[in-house]
Each structure stands twice: as C-alpha cells, then as structure tokens.
C-alpha cells in the first residue's frame, strides 16, 4: 500500500503544477480559517458602526464547540482546488499515455487507481489535521472561558469532513477517468453543483424525497451550514447518520465505476 | 527448450475491424523473434495484448506457462511503438520511477544510462531529449529489471545509422546471454541480421512463422556475365540450368534442386569460359517477405 502511494507521490513532487495548486489551496484553507477573527476585528475597526452595533466578541465563531463546525464548513469550499489538482494529475497520465506504460512496466490497473486513491485519501488527510489544528489553537485563543466539557464536543464533525473531501475527491478521479481530458473534465466539475442543482429543482415537485440521494448534495450534508445556529436558534451540532451511509456509499461507487472503467478499456 | 510464450487463438476487434485476428503462436527460450507486418497489420496490439494493456476479445496467452498478471509483466522489458516518460521528470528520475515499479534496485540505474549513453544527460528533463535519446531512455527502461524477455516495438525508429549498428548488437549481446527476445520491425535486413525466428502477419493474420534460416533455402540463384556472343547457349548446355534471365547486361540463372554456383563455375571453366563477374543470390528475407504477402489469401 505505502508503496503505491510512493509511486504516485514519486510523479507529483517534482511537478510544478501539483506545488502551484496544491500550496494554493493549503494556503487558503490555512489563512482563511486563521484569520477570520482578526478580520471581523478589521472590519469593526474601520466601519464604526458595524463595531458598536454588534460586539464582535461576543460572536462566538471562533468559541469551542462552535469553532470545529465553523472552521470546517468554511474550508469545504475550497475542496474544488484539490479536485482540479486531481482532475490534472490523472488526466495528465492520460494524455502522456503513461498510464499505459505504468502497467507495461508491470503495475496492475487496480494498483494504478489504487495509487491514485491513497494520493486522494492524504491529501484529504492533511485538510482535516491542518484545520484540526487551526481550530484547536484559535478555539483557545478566542474562546473567553474554557470549559473543558465543550471544548471536545462536536468534533465528530472532522471524520465528517475527511468523508466529504475523499467522496468529493473520488468523483474528481472518477471523471478525469471517464473524460480523461483535462479542461472538459474540470469545466464537468465545476459544473456539478449547477447541474445537480438543475435537476433537484425539476424534481422537488415530484419526489422531493430523492433529494437527499443526490451525490453532491450528500457531500454537502455531511457538515450542515452552521449559520443557522446564530440566525434561528436551531442547531444541527451533529453529524447526520443518513448522510454518511449516503456519501459513503457514492464515496465506494465512484471508486468502483473508476474501477470498472480502467478495467475494461484498452489503453 | 521452455516455452516463453503462447498464443491461442488471440483476438481482437476494434468496434468492426478486426486488428489482431485468430493468432495462435510459440516463442521458445532463446528465440530471437521477429514480427513482420505492413503498416496496420496488428504487430502493436498483439503486443499491448501481450502486455496486458489491450485486453483481447477472444483467445488467450500465457507467459512461462502462467495465466498473464502484472507480476510477470515486471520480469518484461518493453518498449511498445515509441518511449513513454513523464516529460517534465528528469531521465534519471523517469527510471528511478520505473524502478519503483519494476521493484527492482535503483543500482541498476547508472549502468543502464551508460549502456545507452546517456549518462551525461541524465538530469536533464524528458521533454528536452531528442527523438533518439528518448528512444535511447525507452530502451534502457526496458533493460531496467535485467529483464528474461525484452519486447521492442520499432526500437531503432529515429536513431542515427550508428546508432542502429550498436542497438543492434545490443539485441544480438542480450540474446547470446540466453535472453528471448520478441522484435517487431519494417527493417528486414535488421531483422535476418538478428532473428533466429520470424512471423509475418497481414491484416491481423498469421501468414507465415519460421526459422529465419530457412529463408536461404531453396533453389539457388546466381548472377553471372562472360564478354562472348553465344553466352546463353553455353549456360543452356549446363545440365544444372533451371532458367535463365537476361538483365541488364548479365543473366539471372536459377539452378536446379542440388546445384551451386560452384558447379557452374567449374563448367564454365572447362568450356574455357571466363566469367567476369559471377554472384550467388541468396534469397533475402525481404524478397520471402514480399512474396508471402503478395500470394491471395
Ligand atoms: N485504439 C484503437 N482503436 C481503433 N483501432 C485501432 C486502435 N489501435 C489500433 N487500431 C487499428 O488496428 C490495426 C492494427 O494496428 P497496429 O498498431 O497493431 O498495427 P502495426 O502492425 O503495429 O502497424 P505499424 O507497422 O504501422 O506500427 C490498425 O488498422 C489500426 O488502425
Ligand atoms: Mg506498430
């Protein structure tokens, strides 16, 4: 297993691209998640109003518990940056046709996406310790008084996580599998959202219930917006069991469709 | 002697056309085999077939008897149509790759360079080769895994004359260390330099499969001239005298079953003719090649 993943991280450390975007992407998620109290307190600073009206302290985003949420919500979007690093690294064995010579050279067709899969898994990996960790620091930093009974809680929302990036990665994989260019395939992925959302709207009349079945909308459900909280008092503080056993189970069928398609094709 | 490879009845069709048709062949240890073809005629899908990167439509193959996986592939060497490297990887760094694939040591690194020359160039990326060194780099990849059976698709394709000469005595030192040897080539005099056995194949059919020596075999032909009027009729008179064939100049005479060149020398020598010029032809594989596609099938 560490060996495939060696294989793999053997082509991307000396690619550019994977550097460029890949420090894109953990430099964003890191910043962004870091620096969010400094900047409310930038903008109470410059607009005098906003300051008064609202006690920027007293807005418990960065508080335990509710940092683990907030901090892992946030940097959920940005998970299309590692998709498009994905999308690149597979499309590029494609249009190099090494994924031809790799299995001339003696890997098996599952060896090769397994490679691919284990790249997926530690990449998604380091997002979930990276803002672990942020949240960790800044949950002590912001939080006025430390209780220790909520300083844990809710942190079941970082295997969470983990599950929405890999899932979301793995449809990545599985359509630079299936189109195997890479331009079309992240203009695809970018577009999933949109398309998804095209048809949820066409259906909600007939069979709303379908909704959640959704692939994309799964993903998304495993950490649930945490804005409602402050807004309508009504908290979801955890992880919705149906929409595990959902993801997971598109998290599985990407990866075999990807399976069954690198088995059958001539390459 | 073991059998490398076997083929029964491989096939494959790409949506109607039929590329690699009902091949059923056997490559022994030691064998230097060649695989001849026209343009098109199925020699890369065989041997992507054989490589596992073409899966077949009908048939089957085994490699020393075993059912075809991925760790055979690894004691391979193969270089399949042109060389396949990550181009923005560095040559030592594409191998140290492959070697990690091939699980075999990294040590083998520098000699493999250094038989192909291309040592000194080695941390410089894929993408700045010339055509001929990344086909220098293919072959040394192939050679990576001090592989039992090397595989070369078109190996000489964009080398300069020397290096053709020296790939080929590469194959023919690789082989004389017992190795087996399967060579697609349209370079036929390459091919009866280097072969001990050969297939054609048109249009995805096995036409012909044999040793390379038995080309030369058969009736003799022998180009000979002699500056005296009544020529032809001194060689009718040879009793050894199949045909004759007057071209430009000298005669094209083909020599009946058990005759040689030798004995026409002699005959003429004892009629007091002196030829002034006298040749055997042998039968090259290119003039067997020709005539076995061009027969209808
Ligand atoms: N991926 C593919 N899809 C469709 N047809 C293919 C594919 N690969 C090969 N073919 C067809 O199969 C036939 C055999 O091709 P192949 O490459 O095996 O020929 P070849 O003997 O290696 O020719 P050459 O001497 O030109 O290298 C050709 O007609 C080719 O067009
Ligand atoms: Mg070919």
Redesign the interface.
Known sequence: ML?LL??DL??LT???TFWVVCGLYFLTIGFSTASGMEFLKWLANTFDKFGSSLNIDRIPLYHFPDVWLNLVWWSGFFKVLLGIMVVISISNEYT???L?????????RW?FLASKILTNLLLSLISVVLIFIIALVTGFIYTPEINWNYVFTDIEFYPAYLLELFTFLSYALMLGIFVQRSGLTIILLLLSYMLEAIVKANIDDYFPWLIPYFPMESISALVPIPFYRYAFQEIQDYVDPAAVAIASAWMILFNYFSYLKLK???? | MDTVLTTRHLTKD?GRLRAVDDLSFEVKRGQVFGLLGPNGSGKTTTL?ML?????PTVGEFSWFGEIP???V??KIG?V?EHP???????GQ?NL???A????CPEENIPGVLELVELADRRNDKYKTYSLGMKQRLAIA?ALLNEPTVLILDEPTNGLDPMGIAEIRELIKKIAANGKTIILASHLLDEVQKVCSHFAILKKGRLVHVGPVDDVGKGAETVEVKADLPDFTEVLMQFPGTASILPENGVFLVTLREDFHSKDLNAFLIERGVVANHLVTKRKSLEKVFLEILSEPR
């Open positions: 060996h060696k294989i053997k082509k000396s690619y550019r190099y046709r090494t031809r010579q790799n299995i001339i050279d003696g890997l098996s060896e059958r094709s001539d390459l | 790409f992507g490589m596992g990167v073409v899966n996986n991925h760790h592939r690894k193969a399949l396949i490297f990550y181009p923005y990887l560095t760094k140290e790759l492959n990690m694939i091939k699980q990849s």
